[in-house]
Structure formats: structure tokens, C-alpha cells
């Protein structure tokens, strides 16, 4: 039987719900151990540049949490130095490079890899040189899957909010985008994740591309943790993408 793909569940916005009464209810890393035990293969989480949802002291104890439960952390970061500090601190499994700007709501695109070789190269370098696995999230275009190749990136993770947010003949034009850039990355020795905005319907999809390794889902799951409890959303989740034949 081929290895199931993994999922890693983002807890970003149990921080966000959190923040907004700037107390410490509802805990991340208590959702972090729930998801774990329901059975993520991973935690993901995004320390972002203004702190509006994940803090230092979340990450700090995810590390903990994830180093003693023997599962994989991925800390989503933007390329700073202030952020490949805090990640050369805490090594954790793995680093994802996604852009980064003040004023979006969430992560609106994927990093321009392409044109900005120089900039990142040497933080994949740094990063991987401290033994954790980098990923850069990038729009599905050949340049950019070249361009991730070029800075000796090892995973890259394709970007399907586009894809979750398109209909109909758009929607197909988009998973073809996503299905070459896979073919592309694995071709050129990468492995393939991918992210934003999946749901019970849309993560199912993207698992007709054979090489997609990982999904990373945050918000559509923290959402239906409100109706179902979070055991339960992953618990469907996983269901959903085992049936996938
Ligand atoms: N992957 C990456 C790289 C992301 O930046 C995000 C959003 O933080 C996700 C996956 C998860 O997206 P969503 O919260 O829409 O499921």
C-alpha cells in the first residue's frame, strides 16, 4: 500500500481567537496536542513578523511539545534575519519560507522565489545547514518551481488557495497548473506539499496529484473545531483523504 500522505494541521488561528481577548484561552499547544493525538502527522505554525496570532513563547513551547511527542514542527516564516534567528534557535524539523506583508489578511501569494534567488539562497543554506527541512510555498509556475530548485530548496509547497477559490473550467485550468508544477518539482528531485485553503472537498483534490507528500491545513479545520470539536474535524479530514483511492 502506498504511504498515506501526511497531514499537518496549522494552529495559527486557535492563537488568533486567543489574541483577541489577549489572555491564554484557547491554548495553541493544548490544540497542537489534541490534533497530534487525533492524528496529525504534524504541527504548523506561522510566527509572523507582528505577532497577531502565533507568539515567541508559542513557538517555544510547540518546539517542546513536538520534540517530546516525536512529530514534526513547521514553522512558517517569512525571510528575515530577525525570523532565520528565532529558527536557528529552535531547529525545528522543518522551516517553510512564504511572503510576508503588514497589511494582508493571510498569506495572499506564494514567496517570488524567481528574481530574489540571491536573497534566498543563503537562508535555505543556513536553514538546512542546521538540519531542518526547507520548504518554500510558491504559486504553481515553472519559474518558480525552477527558481526552488536553483536555491537548493528541498520540498517546495504549492500554493492552492487559487485553485479553492476558482469554479468550473477556471478551477481545471488550475489544478493543471498545480499537477505540471508538481510534476516539474518532482522531476527535478523535490517533494511536494501543498497549502491554503483546503477544506473536506478541496484537500481531497489535490491528492489526485501523485506527488503531493504533505497537506498543510489551518483554518478550514480551526473553524469546524467550533461545531465538531478538533478530534473530530481531523478525524474527517483524514478520513476524506484516505478515501481517496
Ligand atoms: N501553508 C502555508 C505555507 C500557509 O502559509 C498557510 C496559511 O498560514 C497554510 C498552508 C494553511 O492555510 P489555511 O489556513 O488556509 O488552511
Not at 9 to 16: M, Y
Not at 52 to 74: F, K, Q, V, Y
Not at 111 to 125: C, D, F, M, S, Y
Amino acid at each position: 500500500m502506498a504511504t498515506p500522505v501526511r497531514l499537518g494541521v496549522n494552529i495559527d488561528h486557535v492563537a488568533t481567537v486567543r489574541n483577541a481577548r489577549g489572555g491564554v484561552h484557547p491554548d495553541p499547544v493544548r490544540a497542537a496536542r489534541e490534533a497530534l493525538a487525533a492524528g496529525a502527522d504534524g504541527i504548523t505554525a506561522h510566527l509572523r513578523e507582528d505577532r497577531r496570532h502565533i507568539t515567541d513563547s508559542d513557538i517555544e513551547a510547540l518546539s517542546r511539545l513536538c520534540a517530546e511527542a516525536g512529530r514534526p514542527l513547521n514553522l512558517e516564516m517569512a525571510v528575515t534575519d530577525e525570523m532565520l534567528a528565532i529558527a536557528l534557535r529552535h531547529r525545528p524539523h522543518a522551516a517553510c519560507l512564504v511572503p510576508e506583508r503588514r497589511e494582508e489578511v493571510t498569506t495572499e501569494g506564494g514567496l517570488a522565489v524567481a528574481g530574489q534567488e540571491a536573497r534566498i539562497e543563503p537562508v535555505v543554506k543556513a536553514l538546512a545547514d542546521a538540519g531542518m527541512r526547507v520548504s518554500l510555498f510558491v504559486e504553481p509556475s515553472r519559474a518558480q518551481i525552477e527558481a526552488c530548485h536553483a536555491v537548493g530548496a528541498q520540498v517546495v509547497e504549492l500554493h492552492t488557495g487559487r485553485y479553492c477559490h476558482l469554479e468550473g473550467d477556471d478551477r481545471a485550468v488550475e489544478f493543471e497548473r498545480l499537477q505540471a508544477a508538481a510534476t516539474l518539482a518532482f522531476d527535478l528531485g523535490l517533494e511536494v506539499h501543498a497549502g491554503h485553503g483546503l477544506d473536506y472537498v478541496t484537500a481531497p483534490h489535490m491528492l489526485a496529484i501523485p506527488e503531493v507528500r504533505e497537506l498543510n491545513i489551518g483554518h478550514f479545520l480551526i473553524g469546524e473545531a467550533v461545531f465538531t470539536g478538533l478530534t473530530s474535524a481531523i478525524h474527517r479530514m483524514r478520513a476524506a483523504m484516505d478515501a481517496v483511492p
